[in-house]
Protein backbone atom coordinates (compact mmCIF):
# COMPACT_ATOMS: atom_id res chain seq x y z
CA UNK A 1 0.00 0.00 0.00
CA UNK A 2 0.80 3.11 -0.88
CA UNK A 3 3.40 4.61 2.10
CA UNK A 4 0.65 8.29 1.69
CA UNK A 5 -2.59 6.76 2.09
CA UNK A 6 -5.16 8.07 3.84
CA UNK A 7 -6.23 6.32 6.71
CA UNK A 8 -9.00 5.99 9.72
CA UNK A 9 -8.69 4.28 12.84
CA UNK A 10 -11.66 3.47 14.64
CA UNK A 11 -13.22 1.13 17.57
CA UNK A 12 -16.18 0.17 19.26
CA UNK A 13 -14.42 0.32 22.75
CA UNK A 14 -11.79 2.73 22.80
CA UNK A 15 -11.98 6.47 23.62
CA UNK A 16 -10.45 8.88 20.89
CA UNK A 17 -7.89 9.57 23.66
CA UNK A 18 -7.01 6.15 23.65
CA UNK A 19 -6.33 5.51 20.35
CA UNK A 20 -4.79 8.53 19.24
CA UNK A 21 -1.43 6.85 21.20
CA UNK A 22 -1.21 4.62 18.28
CA UNK A 23 -0.65 7.19 16.26
CA UNK A 24 2.72 7.16 16.11
CA UNK A 25 3.27 3.40 15.72
CA UNK A 26 0.82 3.74 12.79
CA UNK A 27 3.52 5.81 11.34
CA UNK A 28 6.04 3.28 11.93
CA UNK A 29 4.18 1.58 8.79
CA UNK A 30 2.85 4.65 7.45
CA UNK A 31 5.36 7.68 7.23
CA UNK A 32 3.72 9.75 4.77
CA UNK A 33 -0.09 8.37 6.16
CA UNK A 34 -2.93 10.43 7.00
CA UNK A 35 -4.86 9.16 9.75
CA UNK A 36 -8.24 10.29 10.79
CA UNK A 37 -9.52 9.05 14.53
CA UNK A 38 -13.03 8.19 14.06
CA UNK A 39 -14.83 6.97 17.85
CA UNK A 40 -18.74 5.72 17.15
CA UNK A 41 -21.03 7.71 15.75
CA UNK A 42 -18.79 10.82 15.20
CA UNK A 43 -16.17 12.04 12.44
CA UNK A 44 -12.52 13.64 13.98
CA UNK A 45 -9.75 14.34 12.26
CA UNK A 46 -6.38 13.32 14.17
CA UNK A 47 -3.41 15.60 14.55
CA UNK A 48 -1.34 13.63 12.52
CA UNK A 49 -3.55 15.94 9.38
CA UNK A 50 -5.48 14.26 7.21
CA UNK A 51 -7.70 16.20 4.51
CA UNK A 52 -11.24 15.16 3.52
CA UNK A 53 -9.65 12.63 0.72
CA UNK A 54 -10.89 9.25 0.01
CA UNK A 55 -9.73 6.56 2.93
CA UNK A 56 -8.17 4.18 1.39
CA UNK A 57 -8.03 1.44 4.41
CA UNK A 58 -9.59 1.28 7.85
CA UNK A 59 -8.08 0.05 10.96
CA UNK A 60 -10.67 -0.88 13.84
CA UNK A 61 -9.20 -2.55 17.49
CA UNK A 62 -11.84 -3.11 20.01
CA UNK A 63 -9.85 -3.60 23.40
CA UNK A 64 -11.85 -5.54 26.17
CA UNK A 65 -9.95 -5.11 28.84
CA UNK A 66 -10.40 -5.26 31.91
CA UNK A 67 -13.63 -6.15 32.09
CA UNK A 68 -14.51 -9.65 31.01
CA UNK A 69 -14.39 -11.41 28.87
CA UNK A 70 -10.84 -10.11 28.14
CA UNK A 71 -9.99 -9.70 24.29
CA UNK A 72 -8.53 -7.91 21.62
CA UNK A 73 -10.15 -8.13 18.28
CA UNK A 74 -8.71 -6.20 15.62
CA UNK A 75 -9.08 -5.90 11.77
CA UNK A 76 -7.63 -3.69 8.77
CA UNK A 77 -9.67 -3.65 5.34
CA UNK A 78 -8.34 -1.74 1.76
CA UNK A 79 -11.42 0.25 1.10
CA UNK A 80 -10.13 1.08 -2.20
CA UNK A 81 -11.73 -0.42 -5.30
CA UNK A 82 -9.64 -2.64 -7.72
CA UNK A 83 -9.06 -2.58 -10.91
CA UNK A 84 -10.04 -6.43 -11.53
CA UNK A 85 -13.66 -5.80 -10.09
CA UNK A 86 -13.23 -9.83 -9.49
CA UNK A 87 -10.88 -9.87 -6.91
CA UNK A 88 -11.95 -9.22 -3.21
CA UNK A 89 -10.83 -6.05 -0.67
CA UNK A 90 -7.62 -6.83 1.47
CA UNK A 91 -8.14 -7.95 4.91
CA UNK A 92 -6.76 -8.71 7.75
CA UNK A 93 -7.74 -10.24 11.14
CA UNK A 94 -6.22 -9.92 14.42
CA UNK A 95 -8.00 -11.85 17.60
CA UNK A 96 -6.66 -12.55 21.07
CA UNK A 97 -7.90 -14.30 23.70
CA UNK A 98 -7.86 -13.57 27.96
CA UNK A 99 -4.72 -16.11 27.89
CA UNK A 100 -3.14 -14.75 25.14
CA UNK A 101 -2.83 -10.68 25.88
CA UNK A 102 -1.83 -12.15 29.39
CA UNK A 103 1.68 -12.97 28.90
CA UNK A 104 2.03 -9.19 27.04
CA UNK A 105 1.00 -7.20 30.81
CA UNK A 106 2.52 -9.89 33.21
CA UNK A 107 5.73 -7.92 33.07
CA UNK A 108 7.07 -4.66 34.95
CA UNK A 109 5.23 -2.12 34.39
CA UNK A 110 7.17 0.89 31.50
CA UNK A 111 6.11 4.04 31.14
CA UNK A 112 2.80 5.62 32.13
CA UNK A 113 0.66 4.16 29.60
CA UNK A 114 -2.41 2.28 30.93
CA UNK A 115 -3.01 -1.32 29.88
CA UNK A 116 -5.64 -0.52 27.21
CA UNK A 117 -2.78 1.57 25.26
CA UNK A 118 -0.72 -0.99 25.75
CA UNK A 119 -2.64 -3.59 24.03
CA UNK A 120 -3.90 -1.18 21.27
CA UNK A 121 -0.10 -0.92 20.32
CA UNK A 122 0.17 -4.45 20.17
CA UNK A 123 -2.46 -4.68 17.79
CA UNK A 124 -1.79 -2.57 15.69
CA UNK A 125 1.71 -3.60 15.32
CA UNK A 126 0.56 -7.20 14.37
CA UNK A 127 -2.26 -6.13 12.71
CA UNK A 128 -0.21 -3.84 10.20
CA UNK A 129 2.79 -6.10 10.03
CA UNK A 130 0.40 -8.34 7.73
CA UNK A 131 -0.74 -5.45 5.96
CA UNK A 132 2.35 -4.14 5.00
CA UNK A 133 4.83 -6.74 5.08
CA UNK A 134 7.02 -4.51 6.86
CA UNK A 135 8.12 -5.52 10.67
CA UNK A 136 9.53 -2.17 12.67
CA UNK A 137 12.63 -3.29 14.38
CA UNK A 138 11.97 -1.58 17.82
CA UNK A 139 8.42 -2.96 18.21
CA UNK A 140 5.86 -0.87 19.32
CA UNK A 141 8.59 1.54 20.64
CA UNK A 142 8.25 5.22 19.11
CA UNK A 143 10.05 7.38 21.93
CA UNK A 144 13.47 8.46 20.90
CA UNK A 145 15.20 6.64 24.06
CA UNK A 146 15.15 3.32 24.37
CA UNK A 147 18.12 2.73 25.96
CA UNK A 148 16.47 4.12 29.47
CA UNK A 149 14.01 1.67 29.60
CA UNK A 150 16.79 -1.45 29.82
CA UNK A 151 18.58 1.28 32.40
CA UNK A 152 14.73 0.84 34.25
CA UNK A 153 14.96 -2.47 34.41
CA UNK A 154 18.87 -2.68 35.81
CA UNK A 155 17.38 -0.04 38.59
CA UNK A 156 14.45 -3.26 39.45
CA UNK A 157 17.74 -5.19 39.91
CA UNK A 158 16.22 -7.63 36.91
CA UNK A 159 18.71 -10.20 35.51
CA UNK A 160 19.16 -10.65 32.04
CA UNK A 161 17.19 -13.13 31.03
CA UNK A 162 13.85 -11.16 32.59
CA UNK A 163 15.53 -8.12 30.48
CA UNK A 164 14.99 -9.86 27.09
CA UNK A 165 12.12 -11.35 28.13
CA UNK A 166 10.31 -7.92 29.02
CA UNK A 167 12.12 -6.23 25.68
CA UNK A 168 10.99 -9.16 23.33
CA UNK A 169 7.41 -9.71 24.75
CA UNK A 170 6.18 -6.49 25.88
CA UNK A 171 8.16 -4.12 23.77
CA UNK A 172 8.51 -6.26 20.60
CA UNK A 173 12.15 -5.55 19.81
CA UNK A 174 14.23 -7.53 17.45
CA UNK A 175 16.45 -9.57 18.97
CA UNK A 176 19.54 -7.75 17.37
CA UNK A 177 18.35 -4.59 18.50
CA UNK A 178 18.06 -6.10 21.86
CA UNK A 179 21.67 -7.31 21.83
CA UNK A 180 22.28 -3.68 20.80
CA UNK A 181 21.08 -2.32 24.14
CA UNK A 182 22.57 -4.23 26.49
CA UNK A 183 26.11 -3.50 24.86
CA UNK A 184 25.21 0.52 25.19
CA UNK A 185 23.84 -0.33 28.62
CA UNK A 186 26.47 -2.06 29.97
CA UNK A 187 29.27 0.94 28.19
CA UNK A 188 26.88 3.69 29.89
CA UNK A 189 26.05 1.90 33.43
CA UNK A 190 30.10 3.25 34.88
CA UNK A 191 29.29 7.02 33.63
CA UNK A 192 25.77 6.94 34.90
CA UNK A 193 26.75 6.06 38.22
CA UNK A 194 29.23 8.95 38.29
CA UNK A 195 26.46 11.66 37.33
CA UNK A 196 24.57 10.13 40.49
CA UNK A 197 27.36 9.75 43.07
CA UNK A 198 27.55 13.89 42.08
CA UNK A 199 24.62 15.49 41.24
CA UNK A 200 26.12 18.71 41.52
CA UNK A 201 27.80 17.80 38.55
CA UNK A 202 25.74 19.36 35.20
CA UNK A 203 25.69 19.43 31.69
CA UNK A 204 25.91 22.84 29.74
CA UNK A 205 24.93 23.43 26.05
CA UNK A 206 25.80 26.50 24.42
CA UNK A 207 24.35 27.12 20.93
CA UNK A 208 24.98 29.56 17.84
CA UNK A 209 22.14 29.20 15.46
CA UNK A 210 23.69 30.42 12.63
CA UNK A 211 25.30 28.41 9.42
CA UNK A 212 26.77 29.45 6.18
CA UNK A 213 24.17 28.10 4.31
CA UNK A 214 21.52 25.33 5.15
CA UNK A 215 21.37 21.47 4.53
CA UNK A 216 18.22 19.94 2.14
CA UNK A 217 17.72 17.81 5.22
CA UNK A 218 18.05 20.29 8.34
CA UNK A 219 14.75 21.23 10.33
CA UNK A 220 16.86 22.77 13.29
CA UNK A 221 16.67 26.10 14.10
CA UNK A 222 19.85 28.14 12.30
CA UNK A 223 19.85 31.34 10.42
CA UNK A 224 22.11 31.95 7.68
CA UNK A 225 24.25 34.91 7.70
CA UNK A 226 25.00 35.45 3.48
CA UNK A 227 22.51 39.23 4.73
CA UNK A 228 25.59 40.09 6.78
CA UNK A 229 26.75 39.68 9.77
CA UNK A 230 25.15 41.89 12.62
CA UNK A 231 22.26 39.09 13.37
CA UNK A 232 25.48 37.60 15.23
CA UNK A 233 27.09 40.40 16.62
CA UNK A 234 23.27 41.45 18.24
CA UNK A 235 22.68 37.61 19.53
CA UNK A 236 26.48 37.41 21.25
CA UNK A 237 25.46 39.95 23.26
CA UNK A 238 22.81 38.75 24.52
CA UNK A 239 24.47 35.07 24.93
CA UNK A 240 27.07 37.11 26.80
CA UNK A 241 24.89 37.94 29.02
CA UNK A 242 22.84 34.79 29.78
CA UNK A 243 26.19 32.74 30.13
CA UNK A 244 27.73 35.48 33.10
CA UNK A 245 24.35 35.16 34.77
CA UNK A 246 23.91 31.64 34.81
CA UNK A 247 27.64 31.33 35.92
CA UNK A 248 26.80 33.64 38.71
CA UNK A 249 23.84 31.30 39.65
CA UNK A 250 26.14 28.09 39.16
CA UNK A 251 28.65 29.91 41.82
CA UNK A 252 26.27 30.93 44.25
CA UNK A 253 24.93 27.37 44.21
CA UNK A 254 27.94 25.08 44.68
CA UNK A 255 26.82 23.44 40.83
CA UNK A 256 30.12 22.74 38.35
CA UNK A 257 30.01 21.90 34.64
CA UNK A 258 30.86 18.23 34.32
CA UNK A 259 30.84 19.07 30.26
CA UNK A 260 29.95 22.15 28.02
CA UNK A 261 28.86 21.87 24.34
CA UNK A 262 29.35 24.42 22.08
CA UNK A 263 26.95 23.36 19.38
CA UNK A 264 24.41 24.64 16.78
CA UNK A 265 23.92 25.62 13.90
CA UNK A 266 27.77 25.67 13.05
CA UNK A 267 29.65 27.26 16.27
CA UNK A 268 32.88 27.57 13.59
CA UNK A 269 30.92 30.30 11.70
CA UNK A 270 32.21 32.73 13.98
CA UNK A 271 35.80 34.31 12.99
CA UNK A 272 38.72 33.01 15.14
CA UNK A 273 38.61 36.12 17.34
CA UNK A 274 35.02 35.51 18.18
CA UNK A 275 35.71 32.08 18.95
CA UNK A 276 38.62 32.82 21.54
CA UNK A 277 36.20 35.98 23.14
CA UNK A 278 33.21 33.44 23.58
CA UNK A 279 35.44 30.22 24.99
CA UNK A 280 37.52 32.92 27.86
CA UNK A 281 34.10 34.50 28.44
CA UNK A 282 32.73 30.56 29.19
CA UNK A 283 35.96 29.82 31.10
CA UNK A 284 35.62 32.86 33.14
CA UNK A 285 31.57 32.65 34.30
CA UNK A 286 31.32 28.80 34.11
CA UNK A 287 32.43 27.05 37.42
CA UNK A 288 33.98 23.87 35.75
CA UNK A 289 35.38 20.57 36.76
CA UNK A 290 39.23 20.48 36.10
CA UNK A 291 38.71 17.39 33.68
CA UNK A 292 35.45 19.08 32.04
CA UNK A 293 34.13 17.51 28.76
CA UNK A 294 34.79 20.77 26.48
CA UNK A 295 33.23 20.19 23.24
CA UNK A 296 32.60 22.09 20.18
CA UNK A 297 30.80 21.40 17.14
CA UNK A 298 32.86 22.31 14.03
CA UNK A 299 30.24 20.03 11.55
CA UNK A 300 31.09 22.22 8.42
CA UNK A 301 34.62 21.76 7.50
CA UNK A 302 34.41 24.81 5.23
CA UNK A 303 34.49 26.56 8.20
CA UNK A 304 37.61 25.82 10.36
CA UNK A 305 41.06 26.93 9.49
CA UNK A 306 44.51 26.43 11.13
CA UNK A 307 43.63 29.43 12.92
CA UNK A 308 40.97 28.60 14.71
CA UNK A 309 42.16 24.90 15.53
CA UNK A 310 44.58 26.79 17.49
CA UNK A 311 42.25 29.26 19.27
CA UNK A 312 40.11 25.88 20.08
CA UNK A 313 43.21 23.68 21.51
CA UNK A 314 44.70 27.18 23.58
CA UNK A 315 41.00 27.41 24.88
CA UNK A 316 41.06 23.70 26.47
CA UNK A 317 38.74 22.24 23.91
CA UNK A 318 39.01 19.08 23.87
CA UNK A 319 36.44 17.05 21.48
CA UNK A 320 36.02 18.31 18.40
CA UNK A 321 33.52 16.94 15.47
CA UNK A 322 34.19 17.12 12.03
CA UNK A 323 31.06 15.87 10.06
CA UNK A 324 31.23 15.22 6.55
CA UNK A 325 27.86 13.12 6.64
CA UNK A 326 29.23 11.21 3.15
CA UNK A 327 32.28 10.78 1.54
CA UNK A 328 30.97 11.59 -2.14
CA UNK A 329 30.61 14.87 -3.77
CA UNK A 330 27.51 14.86 -5.91
CA UNK A 331 25.81 13.83 -2.15
CA UNK A 332 27.37 17.10 -0.58
CA UNK A 333 26.06 18.93 -3.55
CA UNK A 334 22.75 17.57 -3.76
CA UNK A 335 22.12 18.24 -0.01
CA UNK A 336 23.71 21.93 0.24
CA UNK A 337 26.96 21.37 1.65
CA UNK A 338 29.42 24.07 0.37
CA UNK A 339 32.18 21.79 0.79
CA UNK A 340 34.01 18.99 -0.90
CA UNK A 341 35.43 15.36 0.54
CA UNK A 342 38.97 17.18 -0.38
CA UNK A 343 38.28 19.70 2.29
CA UNK A 344 37.17 16.72 4.92
CA UNK A 345 40.09 15.07 4.07
CA UNK A 346 42.46 18.23 4.35
CA UNK A 347 40.90 19.36 7.53
CA UNK A 348 40.63 16.47 9.26
CA UNK A 349 44.24 15.98 8.78
CA UNK A 350 45.12 19.85 10.43
CA UNK A 351 42.86 18.80 13.52
CA UNK A 352 44.68 15.58 14.23
CA UNK A 353 47.94 18.03 14.12
CA UNK A 354 46.48 20.25 16.06
CA UNK A 355 44.58 18.86 18.55
CA UNK A 356 45.50 16.14 20.98
CA UNK A 357 41.98 15.64 21.72
CA UNK A 358 38.80 13.38 20.87
CA UNK A 359 37.31 13.54 17.36
CA UNK A 360 34.07 12.40 16.00
CA UNK A 361 32.79 12.77 12.87
CA UNK A 362 29.14 12.11 11.59
CA UNK A 363 27.33 10.31 9.14
CA UNK A 364 24.24 9.88 7.65
CA UNK A 365 22.60 6.35 5.91
CA UNK A 366 19.67 6.94 3.29
CA UNK A 367 20.91 10.26 1.76
CA UNK A 368 19.16 11.18 -1.30
CA UNK A 369 20.37 8.92 -4.33
CA UNK A 370 22.80 6.80 -2.02
CA UNK A 371 23.02 3.31 -2.34
CA UNK A 372 24.42 0.55 -0.15
CA UNK A 373 27.98 0.47 -2.23
CA UNK A 374 28.06 4.23 -1.55
CA UNK A 375 28.05 3.97 2.45
CA UNK A 376 30.35 1.02 2.11
CA UNK A 377 32.64 3.37 -0.22
CA UNK A 378 31.91 5.91 2.28
CA UNK A 379 33.32 3.49 5.40
CA UNK A 380 36.14 2.80 3.61
CA UNK A 381 37.26 6.36 3.19
CA UNK A 382 36.64 7.08 7.35
CA UNK A 383 38.39 3.75 7.97
CA UNK A 384 41.74 5.80 6.86
CA UNK A 385 41.21 8.54 8.92
CA UNK A 386 40.51 6.38 12.00
CA UNK A 387 37.91 9.07 14.32
CA UNK A 388 37.84 8.27 18.26
CA UNK A 389 34.16 8.31 17.67
CA UNK A 390 31.93 8.05 15.01
CA UNK A 391 28.43 8.93 15.04
CA UNK A 392 26.05 7.12 12.46
CA UNK A 393 22.50 8.73 11.80
CA UNK A 394 19.56 7.12 9.94
CA UNK A 395 18.27 10.15 7.74
CA UNK A 396 15.28 11.43 9.22
CA UNK A 397 12.80 13.61 7.21
CA UNK A 398 10.79 16.31 9.28
CA UNK A 399 8.65 19.34 9.16
CA UNK A 400 10.32 22.37 7.97
CA UNK A 401 13.41 20.52 5.93
CA UNK A 402 13.94 21.08 2.50
CA UNK A 403 13.76 17.66 1.94
CA UNK A 404 10.02 17.55 3.09
CA UNK A 405 9.23 20.67 1.10
CA UNK A 406 10.23 18.75 -1.97
CA UNK A 407 8.40 15.94 -1.52
CA UNK A 408 11.46 13.71 -0.21
CA UNK A 409 9.49 10.35 1.25
CA UNK A 410 10.77 8.30 4.22
CA UNK A 411 12.45 5.33 2.85
CA UNK A 412 11.65 2.19 4.28
CA UNK A 413 13.24 0.06 1.96
CA UNK A 414 15.43 -3.36 3.24
CA UNK A 415 18.58 -1.77 1.60
CA UNK A 416 18.42 1.21 4.28
CA UNK A 417 19.47 -1.67 6.66
CA UNK A 418 21.90 -3.01 4.45
CA UNK A 419 23.65 0.30 4.82
CA UNK A 420 23.33 0.20 8.42
CA UNK A 421 24.62 -3.30 9.05
CA UNK A 422 27.92 -2.46 6.44
CA UNK A 423 28.25 0.88 8.52
CA UNK A 424 28.41 -0.91 11.98
CA UNK A 425 30.28 -3.82 10.50
CA UNK A 426 32.93 -1.39 9.68
CA UNK A 427 32.86 0.37 12.64
CA UNK A 428 33.66 -2.58 14.77
CA UNK A 429 36.44 -3.47 12.72
CA UNK A 430 37.69 0.36 13.31
CA UNK A 431 37.97 -0.73 17.16
CA UNK A 432 34.67 1.62 17.80
CA UNK A 433 32.03 0.28 20.37
CA UNK A 434 28.28 1.76 20.39
CA UNK A 435 27.65 3.95 23.72
CA UNK A 436 24.61 5.84 22.96
CA UNK A 437 21.43 5.54 20.23
CA UNK A 438 18.42 7.95 20.30
CA UNK A 439 15.76 7.61 17.58
CA UNK A 440 13.85 10.33 15.85
CA UNK A 441 10.60 10.68 14.17
CA UNK A 442 10.28 10.30 10.90
CA UNK A 443 13.53 8.12 11.04
CA UNK A 444 14.49 6.41 7.72
CA UNK A 445 13.51 2.97 8.30
CA UNK A 446 12.39 3.49 11.76
CA UNK A 447 16.10 2.55 12.85
CA UNK A 448 18.34 4.72 14.96
CA UNK A 449 21.14 7.06 15.34
CA UNK A 450 24.78 5.49 17.27
CA UNK A 451 27.53 6.85 18.76
CA UNK A 452 30.56 4.77 18.54
CA UNK A 453 33.80 5.50 20.32
CA UNK A 454 37.38 3.70 21.28
CA UNK A 455 36.72 2.41 25.07
CA UNK A 456 37.77 5.32 27.16
CA UNK A 457 36.54 8.04 24.33
CA UNK A 458 32.73 7.64 25.25
CA UNK A 459 31.16 11.34 25.35
CA UNK A 460 29.41 11.95 28.57
CA UNK A 461 27.81 14.84 27.54
CA UNK A 462 26.06 12.54 25.12
CA UNK A 463 25.30 10.12 27.68
CA UNK A 464 23.89 12.14 30.38
CA UNK A 465 21.83 14.06 27.86
CA UNK A 466 20.39 11.08 26.14
CA UNK A 467 19.57 9.00 29.60
CA UNK A 468 18.30 11.84 31.07
CA UNK A 469 20.02 11.28 34.24
CA UNK A 470 21.86 14.26 34.68
CA UNK A 471 20.68 17.86 34.59
CA UNK A 472 21.21 20.08 31.52
CA UNK A 473 21.31 24.05 30.96
CA UNK A 474 20.60 25.25 27.55
CA UNK A 475 21.90 28.94 27.11
CA UNK A 476 21.07 30.23 23.67
CA UNK A 477 18.24 30.39 21.02
CA UNK A 478 16.34 27.01 20.81
CA UNK A 479 18.60 25.69 23.27
CA UNK A 480 16.37 23.23 25.73
CA UNK A 481 17.61 22.59 29.65
CA UNK A 482 16.11 19.73 32.12
CA UNK A 483 16.35 19.79 35.41
CA UNK A 484 16.36 16.20 36.78
CA UNK A 485 15.65 14.68 39.91
CA UNK A 486 18.38 12.44 40.83
CA UNK A 487 15.78 10.65 43.69
CA UNK A 488 12.98 9.36 40.77
CA UNK A 489 14.84 10.70 37.49
CA UNK A 490 11.45 13.04 36.76
CA UNK A 491 12.19 15.95 34.51
CA UNK A 492 10.83 19.11 34.62
CA UNK A 493 11.67 20.51 30.79
CA UNK A 494 11.93 23.88 29.10
CA UNK A 495 13.24 25.51 26.26
CA UNK A 496 14.26 29.07 24.99
CA UNK A 497 12.30 30.92 21.87
CA UNK A 498 13.85 29.42 18.37
CA UNK A 499 13.98 32.81 16.78
CA UNK A 500 16.67 34.39 17.74
CA UNK A 501 15.18 38.02 18.47
CA UNK A 502 12.30 36.15 20.73
CA UNK A 503 15.12 34.63 23.14
CA UNK A 504 17.16 38.26 23.56
CA UNK A 505 14.09 39.17 24.89
CA UNK A 506 12.50 36.34 26.86
CA UNK A 507 16.01 34.44 28.01
CA UNK A 508 15.52 36.15 31.41
CA UNK A 509 12.18 34.99 31.92
CA UNK A 510 13.37 31.53 30.88
CA UNK A 511 16.54 31.52 33.57
CA UNK A 512 14.02 32.16 36.44
CA UNK A 513 12.07 29.59 35.22
CA UNK A 514 14.96 26.88 35.32
CA UNK A 515 16.01 28.55 38.58
CA UNK A 516 12.92 27.72 40.80
CA UNK A 517 13.09 23.98 38.83
CA UNK A 518 16.41 23.83 40.16
CA UNK A 519 14.91 24.81 43.59
CA UNK A 520 12.64 21.80 44.10
CA UNK A 521 15.06 19.85 43.62
Keep these: MNLHTNLELTSMT????????GLSLIRAFYPEGNVTVREPGKSEISPLGAAKEEIAATIRVDVHYPEHPQGIRAEFSDQRERADSSSQPRRFELKLDAEEIK???????????????????????HLLTQATGHTPPWGILTGIRPSKILHHLNDLGLKEPLENKVLEDYCLIREDKIRLL?????????YLQEIMDHPKKIALYVGIPFCPTRCSYCSFPAYSLQQGREPLQKYLKGLYEEIRVTGAWMKETKRTAGSLYLGGGTPTILTSAEISDLLQWIREHIPAEKNMEFSVEAGRPDTLSREKLLVLREQGV????????????????????AHTVEDILQMYKLAREISDGVINMDLILGLPGETAQDVQETMAQIGKLRPDNLTIHALAIKRGSKEHEMGLAQNLDKELETMQEIA????????????YLYRQKHIAGNLENIGFAV???EGRYNIGIMEERQSVIGIGAGASSKVVNPQDFSLTNMQHPSNWQVYLKRWPEIHQKRVKAFLTL
Excluded: C, W
Aim: glycine share 6%; no cysteine.
Design 182 to 190: QEVVSIQRP
Design 455 to 457: PGA
Design 318 to 337: NRLSINPQTMHNKTLRRIGR
Design 103 to 125: PILDHPKIGKETERKVLLKHALF
Design 14 to 21: LSRSELEA
Design 424 to 435: FEQARSFGLYPY
